[in-house]
Each structure stands twice: as C-alpha cells, then as structure tokens.
C-alpha cells in the first residue's frame, strides 16, 4: 500500500506549476525528489499533503482516492511532513511543541508526553526536553521538527529542504536518521533537497522535476548518468563531484 501521485497536474491561473506528475513512494522506502529552483518540487509536497488540491490526476493513499482532503484529515490518516521553515511553536519547550501535536491528533495529553519524550530519546536528542523551542540551534531545530512529525507514528513522512543551511557532517547525520526512519519505523519518506549528494546517499529510487514535468527516475546510476539531468539541473561535472 503507497502514497502516490497520478497524472496530477496543478494550474494557477495560467500557470502550470505541475503536469501529468506520477510518483510513488512505499512503506519503507526512501525515495528522492530533486530539480532545480521552480520545478514543482514544493508543489508536489502541497499536494501530497493537502495543502494544495490537484486540478488534474488524483493522490492515492493506501489505495484510496484522497484528492480532496484537506491537510489536518491526511496528518490523521497517516501522512506526515516537515517544512522548510522549521515552525516550531516558540512559546513552548522541545517536550510542548512534540506534545502538542499529539494532542491535536487525539492523544490524551500524558499519551502525547510519553510518545514525545520515547521519540526524543529515539532520535539522541533528549537533552532538548526542556529547552525553549526559540533560539535552539539551526540543526536542532530541524531535528526537532522531524520528531514532531513523528508523532502519531505516521506511515508516510515528507522532508521539504531539511538539509538547508547543514555542514557537510550535519547533512550525513541527517542521513542516517532518514535510514533509520525507513528502516527502523517503516515509514515511507520522501526527501525534497537541493543537497543531491544526500538524496542520492539514502534514496534507492529518485524523481527528477523540471518545469513542473518528471524527466527523469531511476537509482543513483541512472541519475548521474542522464544528460537530460545534468542539462536541467546538475551541471556538466556532477558525475566528477560525486
């Protein structure tokens, strides 16, 4: 059972930001969805979500046709994602902001604090328990953002950026969270970065979008190795860099 896109196409006026976009991502799985700057990598992500109906195509769920929910009935049917604002509630502490999100998905309030504090200490990050959401660190602030869409036990999580602004060994942690999400939790993931050397490091299967089209998927063989890519977004000595 996968989440999936169908011929989905999205138009704004005029605008087509998407166009006949298939992509599937499984329990389990990472799947990598790259592309320059406007190719419709965010708008995938909105549909997915919710937060953006399909003018075209349909989003299935577990074979279910959920074109028209809206983004708080996917977050309680299992899809899950993180932005890439961090938007945490900085009026609360790292425990809260987990906490809260539990409860606004049904929990009674002490489930929702047990679930925090397991997923804090699962992610190496339990020391952040009691800090204030405002003014932690740029990368603790990403990890948090992820435990917080965690919880519920989502079956599918979408990383939107979450690599922005890391150092090379903070984007290698992240990807070993990543492996483990998959591999440890099951969950489906699909990671939307510019930091191509990271999705092609946790992604068996990768989407390539340009102009709002898929023109390319396949491994990390087939990637590096398509002109198609290297033309519209990787450059002329990518195969060199990785």
């Not at 406007?38 to 953006?52: I, P």
């Not at 489930?111 to 990050?125: N, R, V």
């Not at 328990?129 to 990890?143: C, F, K, N, W």
Request: proline content about 3%; hydrophobic content about 45%; charged content about 20%.
């Amino acid at each position: 059972m996968v989440l999936a896109l169908e011929e989905v196409g999205v138009a704004f006026g005029g605008f087509r930001a998407l166009s006949g976009v298939n992509l599937t991502v499984a329990p389990g799985q990472v799947v990598g969805l790259i592309g320059p700057n406007g190719a419709g990598k965010t708008t995938c992500v909105n549909v997915l979500t919710g937060f953006q109906h399909p003018t075209t195509g349909r989003v299935m769920l577990e074979g279910r046709d959920v074109s028209n929910l809206g983004a708080h009935r996917l977050r309680r049917s299992g899809v899950a994602r993180t932005f890439q604002a961090g938007r945490l509630f900085t009026g609360l502490d790292v425990l809260d902001n987990l906490a809260c999100t539990g409860v606004g998905l049904g929990q009674r309030r002490a489930a929702a604090e047990h679930e925090a504090s397991d997923l804090l200490a699962w992610m190496g990050i339990s020391a952040l328990e009691s800090r204030p959401a405002a003014g932690l660190p740029y990368t603790d602030e990403r990890r948090v953002a992820i435990a917080r869409a965690l919880m519920g036990g989502p079956r599918f999580l979408l990383l939107d950026e979450p690599a922005a602004g890391m150092s090379e060994a903070e984007a290698a942690d992240l990807a070993a969270l990543i492996r483990r999400i998959a591999t440890e939790r099951g969950i489906g993931c699909l990671l939307i970065e510019h930091n191509v050397g990271l999705v092609l490091s946790v992604a068996a299967d990768v989407v390539v979008l340009d102009g709002g089209r898929v023109i390319e998927r396949g491994d990390r063989k087939v990637i590096l190795g398509s002109a198609a890519v290297r033309e519209a977004y990787l450059g002329a000595n990518v195969t060199e860099a990785a």
